[in-house]
């Protein structure tokens, strides 16, 4: 059967699952999510969609046919870019990935925890970067079929199984095994993800040791940008950002999940509650989806506001990530001086809507 008519199934069906206690739902959430994405990425589809070359556009000398790509953590083994590329993305990004692999998360017998919350189009996952590690990741051919127009890019993290000061290491030896896969076009640095437990240290710390190891010394060009949380403060980017301009990065990512549960709980509709709260307080994890839509944007706002104040003679680049679900939200990213924007949550809402047509829909009107 046809994989976007058993999506739409699965969803007709939830009120069935919502028969089950919080802890059966998410195990049955958590075991569909991971059948079903090694569906998606191993489909082979018959048609493909080129958007319209009035959506291209060139970023760090890089085409990017159209500017809606998937966020990381999709595919986190460089799987499904055939897939994405015939549905018609404007880019293709792979990872995130650690140096050393990781089976991700698993309490109470429930591997790799997810929930969507179908009332609420939020969507809480504490997967904890399963994945099968950088020596093996970076020599992967992640396409036989490479399309003018979507690019490469690749994830990557400090593994939190090490010290801070070994993983910074293994990190960057990482950078530059990835630059030595001619396929990947740019690399995005996780500095953000809500589900590992953290080691210490700080942001600018960290990607000092980046900047004087890995980004002076680049073979080629390979742009390296930075993906940061969708919780941090406008103080925090202000402080931020300029030094990350400044340490010789090409861009920023706002952001990833958001582990602001309180802040977030008045967006979970009623039937969703107790699947939330169950689920935050047994695993934590992180939110994403609609809920995110706002934040994402007005963090992008205050960054490109820095970035027009710093008159920079070279490109650097803002990417929104959070909440993106349909065409607006591409336009008002734009509008707000984003270059390119990231969907994940709202992807998948939207492959339930419309198939394989997911990345057409947006460009219909
Ligand atoms: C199941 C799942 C796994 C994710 N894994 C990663 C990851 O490995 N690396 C990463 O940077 N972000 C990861 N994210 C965060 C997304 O890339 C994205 O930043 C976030 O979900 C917000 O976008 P959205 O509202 O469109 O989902 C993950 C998100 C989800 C839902």
Redesign the pocket.
């Given at each position: 059967m046809q994989l976007s008519i058993l999506t739409k199934m699965y969803h007709r069906a939830q009120f069935l699952l919502e028969l089950l206690s919080e802890k059966q739902q998410i195990k049955a959430a958590s075991l569909g999510r991971a059948f079903f994405m090694r569906k998606f990425a191993n489909q082979s589809l018959k048609t493909s969609f080129i958007p319209d070359k009035k959506y291209s556009r060139r970023l760090w000398g890089i085409e990017f046919r159209s500017p809606i790509m998937n966020?990381?953590?999709m595919f986190?083994n460089g799987e499904g870019y055939d897939v994405v590329a015939a549905m018609g993305a404007g880019a293709y990004i792979g990872?995130?990935s650690t140096a050393n692999p990781r089976n991700g998360n698993e309490k109470h017998g429930i591997k790799l925890p997810?929930i969507t919350l179908p009332n609420s189009n939020i969507?809480v996952?504490w997967?904890g970067?399963p994945n099968y590690g950088d020596e093996y990741l970076s020599k992967l051919v992640i396409t036989n079929n490479k399309v003018v127009g979507c690019p490469i890019g690749w994830?990557v993290m400090r593994s939190p199984d090490f010290s801070e000061d070994e993983g910074m290491e293994k990190l960057v030896a990482s950078l530059f095994l990835y630059q030595e896969n001619k396929q990947i076009d740019f690399i995005e640095v996780?500095e953000?993800?809500p589900n590992v437990k953290n080691g210490g240290g700080s942001i600018i710390p960290r990607l000092t040791i980046i900047a004087e190891k890995f980004l002076k010394n680049r073979n080629r060009h390979l742009p390296v940008i930075v993906?940061l949380s969708n919780d941090l403060t406008q103080a925090i980017i202000e402080e931020l950002l300029p030094k990350i301009i400044q340490l010789g990065f090409d861009g920023i990512n706002l952001?990833?999940?958001s582990t602001n549960y309180k802040r977030y709980s008045s967006n979970v509709s009623g039937n969703d509650k107790l699947l939330f709260e169950y689920f935050t307080e047994t695993f934590g994890g992180?939110l994403?989806?609609r809920v995110?839509k706002d934040n994402s944007l007005q963090i992008c706002i205050i960054a490109a506001r820095i970035v027009a104040k710093m008159h920079l003679n070279r490109e650097f680049h803002i990417i929104r990530?959070?909440?993106?679900e349909n065409s607006a939200d591409i336009v008002q990213s734009e509008q707000c001086g984003c270059s390119l924007t990231?969907?994940?949550?709202?992807f998948f809402n939207a492959y339930d809507k419309f198939g394989d047509d997911v990345y057409s829909s947006l460009f219909r009107n």
């Open positions: 966020s990381a953590g986190k990872g995130t997810f969507a996952n997967l970067l994830s996780n953000s993800c993906k952001g990833n999940t992180g994403s989806g995110l990530s959070g909440g993106i990231q969907w994940y949550t709202g």
